[in-house]
C-alpha cells in the first residue's frame, strides 16, 4: 500500500483517490495567493467548489442537527458560520468547516441527559460556548500536536462506533415510525427492534425513504464524467421532494414525516443557556466530549486535505483549532449545531477544484442566501429522505472494509477497535475511547514492554554534518511518539536523518509507524531524506506494512 494511502485510510479517507497523479498535475505551478488577491485570481474556481459543496451540505446541515434532537436550521446556521466567519481564521485553506454527523452521539447524548426538549438544546448549547471557548485555548497553547496521542485503532473504533449508533437511530426515521416507538432507546435496543420498526412502517413515506436509500448507495456506481460529479443528496432531493408532494405529505402524513426548518430570521436569537453547571457531572462530560472528540476530529480531517492539496500546503492545525473554537462559540450562543473541518465535503471541495479560503465562504454564502430566500422548500423534505442520507454516512463511517483492514493489521488491533465500538454503544464515546486505549497498554505490558517505557521515549541524536542519526533505544509507543517527535522535529528540513532502531528495542506498536511514516512523507516534501534501519530486526505479527512489530526471543 502506497505510503500516502495509508494517511488517507488512518484519517478516514477513500484510498482509492489517487493522490499522486492529483498531485503531479499541479505540483509544478506557483502557489495561489491568499486573502483578496487569492479571491481576484480563483474567483470563479472558487465559486464553483463553494457552490458544489452548498449543495452537499445543505441536507446533510439539516439532518445531522434534526438526529441530534435540535432544530435542524440549527445545523444550518453552524455551516453558514463555518463558512462565512471561520474562513477569515482557518489554518487549513481547503478545509470546509461545518456539522459532521461524528458528534451526532455527543450532541443527542448532551440534550437527552440535560432533560430533552428545547431546554435541554439549550443547556447542551450551553456546555458547546464553554467547550469552543478550551478549544481557542487549545489553539493558543498549540496542542494540535497531541492529535498523535491517540491510537488509530481506538480513533477508528471510536468512530465506527458513532456509524453504528447513526444507522440505529435512523432506521425507524427511515421507515417512519411513530417516535414514540423509539424514543429513549439505547442502539443495542433500537436495533433490537428493528422488526417491531419494520412492522409499524409508513408504506409511502418508506418507499421514498428506501428510493433515497438506494440512490445513495448506488450513485457512486455511476462513471459519467459530468453526471457523477453531482452530489448524491440532490439527487436525492430532487427526487423526494416531488414525491412527497405528489403524495400530498403535508395534508396526509403525521407532522413528523416532514422536515421542520422555520425562517431562519426568526431562529437567530440568543440560545445558550448555562444552567446545565447545575448538572455538574454532566456538564463536565459533555464538556471534556465536545472539545476532546470535536478538537480530534477536526484535526485528523486537516492532516487528510493536506494529502490531498495538489500544492503540498501544510496547515496550521493551532490556527484551526482557534478558528473552529471561534465558529463554536458563536454558532453555541445561538443554539447551533458544534462544528469541526468536516471530511467528506473538504475532499470533495479540493476534488472540485478549489484553491483557497473562499471557497469554504462561498459554501456558507449560498447557504446564507438560500435560507434566507427558500426556506419554504426545506419543508416539503420527508424525514425519511434526510435518514436514507444519513444511514450512508453512518455506513461509511463503521463500513465492513474498516474491520477487514484491522484485521489485517492484526488480531490485536481488531481487538481493541471492536473493544472501543462495544463499549461506546454500552455506555458512551468518552469510556469507549478510553477502554481502547486502556486495552492497547495492556497489551504491550504483556509483550515485555516497560512499564516506564509506556510515556517515556529514549531517543538519542548524534549529527555529522548534514547527516543526523536518531537512534531509539526504548519501545515506540503511540503513548511515546511526542517525545520520539520533538528529536527529529529539532532537525533543520533538507537534512539526511536515519532513524534506527537498536537491539534494545522490544516493540514498534501501530500508530508509532504510522506516525513515523507520515513524518517521513512530510519531511521528504521539505527537500530532505528520512530512512528508517531496524525494523527488520524485529518481527511484524501480520503481513500489513502497518502492523506491530515485536522482538521474538529464540
Request: proline share 4%; hydrophobic share 50%; charged share 15%.
Given at each position: 500500500m502506497p505510503i500516502q494511502e495509508i494517511f488517507l485510510w488512518s484519517v478516514g479517507l477513500n484510498?482509492?483517490?489517487?493522490?499522486?497523479?492529483?498531485?503531479?498535475?499541479?505540483?509544478?505551478?506557483?502557489?495561489?495567493?491568499?486573502?483578496?488577491?487569492?479571491?481576484?485570481?480563483?474567483?470563479?474556481?472558487?465559486?464553483?467548489?463553494?457552490?458544489?459543496?452548498?449543495?452537499?451540505?445543505?441536507?446533510?446541515?439539516?439532518?445531522?442537527?434534526?438526529?441530534?434532537?435540535?432544530?435542524?436550521?440549527?445545523g444550518a446556521i453552524t455551516a453558514i458560520i463555518g463558512g462565512v466567519i471561520a474562513s477569515f481564521f482557518t489554518g487549513?485553506?481547503?478545509?470546509?468547516?461545518?456539522?459532521?454527523?461524528?458528534?451526532?452521539?455527543?450532541?443527542s447524548g448532551a440534550v437527552s441527559e440535560m432533560g430533552g426538549g428545547v431546554e435541554g438544546w439549550k443547556m447542551a448549547a450551553g456546555i458547546m460556548v464553554v467547550a469552543g471557548l478550551i478549544q481557542i485555548l487549545f489553539g493558543v497553547v498549540k496542542l494540535g500536536k497531541y492529535v498523535d496521542f491517540f491510537p488509530l485503532s481506538a480513533i477508528h473504533g471510536m468512530l465506527a462506533a458513532i456509524g453504528l449508533i447513526i444507522i440505529a437511530k435512523q432506521i425507524p426515521v427511515l421507515l417512519s415510525d411513530n417516535p414514540i416507538l423509539f424514543k429513549g432507546e439505547s442502539p443495542f435496543e433500537l436495533f433490537y427492534d428493528i422488526p417491531e420498526f419494520i412492522l409499524n412502517l409508513d408504506p409511502r413515506a418508506t418507499f421514498i425513504g428506501v428510493v433515497c436509500l438506494i440512490i445513495m448507495f448506488g450513485w457512486r456506481m455511476i462513471k459519467h464524467k459530468i453526471i457523477s460529479k453531482i452530489p448524491a443528496p440532490l439527487i436525492v432531493l430532487l427526487f423526494a421532494v416531488p414525491a412527497a408532494t405528489y403524495m400530498n405529505f403535508s395534508a396526509s402524513e403525521p407532522e413528523y414525516s416532514l422536515v421542520k426548518v422555520g425562517s431562519l430570521i426568526d431562529n437567530l436569537a440568543i440560545n445558550a443557556n448555562f444552567m446545565g453547571i447545575n448538572h455538574t457531572g454532566v456538564f463536565i462530560k459533555y464538556l471534556i466530549m465536545f472539545a476532546l472528540v470535536g478538537s480530534l476530529e477536526s484535526l485528523l480531517t486537516v492532516k487528510a486535505i493536506d494529502l490531498l492539496d495538489p500544492y503540498k500546503?501544510?496547515?496550521?492545525?493551532?490556527?484551526?483549532?482557534?478558528?473552529?473554537?471561534?465558529?463554536?462559540?458563536?454558532?453555541?450562543?445561538?443554539?447551533?449545531?458544534?462544528?469541526?473541518?468536516?471530511?467528506?465535503?473538504?475532499?470533495?471541495?479540493?476534488?472540485?477544484?478549489?484553491?483557497?479560503?473562499?471557497?469554504?465562504?462561498?459554501?456558507?454564502?449560498?447557504?446564507?442566501?438560500?435560507?434566507?430566500?427558500?426556506?419554504?422548500?426545506?419543508?416539503?423534505?420527508?424525514?425519511?429522505?434526510?435518514?436514507?442520507?444519513?444511514?450512508?454516512?453512518?455506513?461509511?463511517?463503521?463500513?465492513?472494509?474498516?474491520?477487514?483492514?484491522?484485521?489485517?493489521?492484526?488480531?490485536?488491533?481488531?481487538?481493541?477497535?471492536?473493544?472501543?465500538?462495544?463499549?461506546?454503544?454500552?455506555?458512551?464515546?468518552?469510556?469507549?475511547?478510553?477502554?481502547?486505549?486502556?486495552?492497547?497498554f495492556v497489551f504491550h505490558l504483556l509483550r515485555g514492554v516497560n512499564f516506564r517505557d509506556l510515556f517515556k521515549a529514549s531517543v538519542e541524536t548524534k549529527q555529522h554534518g548534514d547527516n543526523y542519526?536518531?537512534?531509539?533505544?526504548?519501545?515506540?509507543?503511540?503513548?511515546?511518539?511526542?517525545?520520539?517527535?520533538?528529536?527529529?522535529?529539532?532537525?533543520?528540513?533538507?537534512?539526511?536523518?536515519?532513524?534506527?532502531?537498536?537491539?534494545?528495542?522490544?516493540?514498534?506498536?501501530?500508530?508509532?509507524?504510522?506516525?513515523?511514516?507520515?513524518?517521513?512523507?512530510?519531511?521528504?516534501?521539505?527537500?530532505?531524506?528520512?530512512?528508517i534501519e531496524g525494523l527488520d530486526k524485529l518481527t511484524p505479527i501480520s503481513q500489513h506494512k502497518l502492523a506491530v512489530h515485536k522482538k521474538v526471543i529464540r
Amino acid at each position: 500500500m502506497p505510503i500516502q494511502e495509508i494517511f488517507l485510510w488512518s484519517v478516514g479517507l477513500n484510498s482509492k483517490i489517487n493522490l499522486t497523479k492529483h498531485m503531479n498535475n499541479i505540483q509544478k505551478q506557483s502557489l495561489p495567493k491568499d486573502w483578496l488577491e487569492g479571491l481576484k485570481e480563483n474567483f470563479s474556481t472558487e465559486l464553483t467548489s463553494g457552490f458544489i459543496v452548498f449543495l452537499l451540505a445543505l441536507p446533510l446541515s439539516l439532518g445531522i442537527a434534526q438526529a441530534s434532537g435540535i432544530p435542524p436550521i440549527m445545523g444550518a446556521i453552524t455551516a453558514i458560520i463555518g463558512g462565512v466567519i471561520a474562513s477569515f481564521f482557518t489554518g487549513s485553506k481547503l478545509a470546509i468547516k461545518g456539522p459532521a454527523a461524528g458528534l451526532i452521539v455527543i450532541v443527542s447524548g448532551a440534550v437527552s441527559e440535560m432533560g430533552g426538549g428545547v431546554e435541554g438544546w439549550k443547556m447542551a448549547a450551553g456546555i458547546m460556548v464553554v467547550a469552543g471557548l478550551i478549544q481557542i485555548l487549545f489553539g493558543v497553547v498549540k496542542l494540535g500536536k497531541y492529535v498523535d496521542f491517540f491510537p488509530l485503532s481506538a480513533i477508528h473504533g471510536m468512530l465506527a462506533a458513532i456509524g453504528l449508533i447513526i444507522i440505529a437511530k435512523q432506521i425507524p426515521v427511515l421507515l417512519s415510525d411513530n417516535p414514540i416507538l423509539f424514543k429513549g432507546e439505547s442502539p443495542f435496543e433500537l436495533f433490537y427492534d428493528i422488526p417491531e420498526f419494520i412492522l409499524n412502517l409508513d408504506p409511502r413515506a418508506t418507499f421514498i425513504g428506501v428510493v433515497c436509500l438506494i440512490i445513495m448507495f448506488g450513485w457512486r456506481m455511476i462513471k459519467h464524467k459530468i453526471i457523477s460529479k453531482i452530489p448524491a443528496p440532490l439527487i436525492v432531493l430532487l427526487f423526494a421532494v416531488p414525491a412527497a408532494t405528489y403524495m400530498n405529505f403535508s395534508a396526509s402524513e403525521p407532522e413528523y414525516s416532514l422536515v421542520k426548518v422555520g425562517s431562519l430570521i426568526d431562529n437567530l436569537a440568543i440560545n445558550a443557556n448555562f444552567m446545565g453547571i447545575n448538572h455538574t457531572g454532566v456538564f463536565i462530560k459533555y464538556l471534556i466530549m465536545f472539545a476532546l472528540v470535536g478538537s480530534l476530529e477536526s484535526l485528523l480531517t486537516v492532516k487528510a486535505i493536506d494529502l490531498l492539496d495538489p500544492y503540498k500546503r501544510k496547515s496550521n492545525p493551532n490556527q484551526d483549532l482557534i478558528a473552529i473554537g471561534i465558529g463554536n462559540t458563536l454558532t453555541a450562543i445561538l443554539g447551533g449545531y458544534p462544528m469541526i473541518s468536516e471530511v467528506a465535503r473538504s475532499s470533495a471541495n479540493v476534488k472540485n477544484g478549489a484553491k483557497t479560503r473562499w471557497a469554504n465562504f462561498f459554501h456558507g454564502t449560498f447557504l446564507l442566501i438560500f435560507l434566507l430566500a427558500a426556506y419554504h422548500i426545506l419543508e416539503m423534505i420527508p424525514n425519511a429522505a434526510l435518514a436514507a442520507m444519513l444511514i450512508y454516512v453512518g455506513f461509511n463511517l463503521a463500513h465492513p472494509k474498516e474491520f477487514i483492514h484491522m484485521f489485517k493489521v492484526g488480531k490485536d488491533q481488531l481487538a481493541m477497535f471492536l473493544t472501543t465500538i462495544i463499549v461506546t454503544l454500552a455506555e458512551d464515546l468518552l469510556v469507549g475511547i478510553a477502554a481502547g486505549i486502556l486495552l492497547k497498554f495492556v497489551f504491550h505490558l504483556l509483550r515485555g514492554v516497560n512499564f516506564r517505557d509506556l510515556f517515556k521515549a529514549s531517543v538519542e541524536t548524534k549529527q555529522h554534518g548534514d547527516n543526523y542519526i536518531v537512534s531509539v533505544n526504548s519501545s515506540g509507543l503511540f503513548s511515546n511518539f511526542l517525545g520520539f517527535k520533538k528529536y527529529i522535529e529539532a532537525i533543520p528540513n533538507g537534512k539526511n536523518i536515519t532513524v534506527e532502531f537498536l537491539d534494545t528495542v522490544k516493540l514498534i506498536d501501530h500508530s508509532f509507524i504510522d506516525d513515523l511514516y507520515r513524518f517521513q512523507y512530510d519531511y521528504e516534501l521539505e527537500g530532505g531524506t528520512l530512512t528508517i534501519e531496524g525494523l527488520d530486526k524485529l518481527t511484524p505479527i501480520s503481513q500489513h506494512k502497518l502492523a506491530v512489530h515485536k522482538k521474538v526471543i529464540r
